[in-house]
C-alpha cells in the first residue's frame, strides 16, 4: 500500500486522459469568460461565485491527477506469502503469479491488481485496492463541478437579468468568417 507513481503506456487511455484535459480547459477559460466575468461586472454575482467555480474545477483536475498516477494495487514480481495465508491466494493463468483471491489480471495494464474494480480508460488507471478512494473522490468533484456549472447555465438563461454591456466588436471578429 505505497505511494508509487504508476504510468500505463495505452494510446486509448491517453487519448482519453487528453480529451478531458482539453474539456477542463475549455470549461475553465470558457465558462467564466462568458457567464461569469460579465455577470460579475454588472453586479449579478459576487467574486465568491468565481472564487468557488475556480476551487472546484482545480479540486477536479488534482484529484483526475492523482487517481491517474497512484499505483492501484499492483503486485510485486514475487510475493512473499505468509504460510499462513497460503490458502487465500491463487495463481493467475495470465502472468503465472500468485496472487490473492479477490485480485484480477487487467489485460491493459498486463499485471494483476489486488481488488481490482475496473480499468477505467479515463483516467488511463486501474481502480483497485489503494487508489479506489482518489477515483471516489475525482467522481465527487467532477459530480459538484458539472452541477455547480449547470446551475450558472440556468440562472444565467433564466434568472441572471440579460447583459446590458456586449462586446459586440469581438462577435462580429469570431463570426466575420
Known amino acids: 500500500m505505497g505511494r508509487q507513481i504508476h504510468f500505463v503506456v495505452d494510446p486509448q ?35 465568491v461565485a468565481i472564487f468557488f467555480y475556480y476551487l472546484c474545477s482545480l479540486f477536479c483536475i488534482v484529484s483526475l491527477l492523482r487517481a491517474s498516477v497512484a499505483d492501484p494495487g499492483k503486485l510485486p514480481e514475487n510475493p512473499k506469502i505468509p504460510i499462513t495465508e497460503r490458502e487465500y491466494w491463487e495463481l493467475c493463468n ?62 444565467h438563461y433564466y434568472y441572471f437579468l440579460p447583459l446590458k454591456k456586449q462586446n459586440w466588436v469581438r462577435l462580429h471578429f469570431l463570426y466575420e468568417v
Open 13 to 47: 487511455g491517453w487519448c482519453c486522459m487528453g480529451l478531458i484535459i482539453f474539456v477542463w480547459l475549455y470549461n475553465t477559460v470558457f465558462i467564466p469568460k462568458v457567464i461569469l466575468f460579465p455577470h460579475y461586472e454588472e453586479g449579478h454575482i459576487s467574486v
Open 94 to 155: 495470465k502472468c503465472n503469479m500468485m496472487r490473492p483471491k479477490r485480485s484480477h489480471h487487467c489485460s491493459r495494464c498486463g499485471h494483476c491488481v489486488r481488488r481490482m474494480d475496473h480499468h477505467c480508460p479515463w483516467i488511463n488507471n486501474c481502480v483497485g485496492e489503494d487508489n479506489h478512494w482518489l477515483f471516489l473522490q475525482l467522481c465527487f468533484y467532477t459530480q459538484i463541478l458539472s452541477s455547480y456549472t449547470l446551475i450558472l447555465d440556468f440562472c
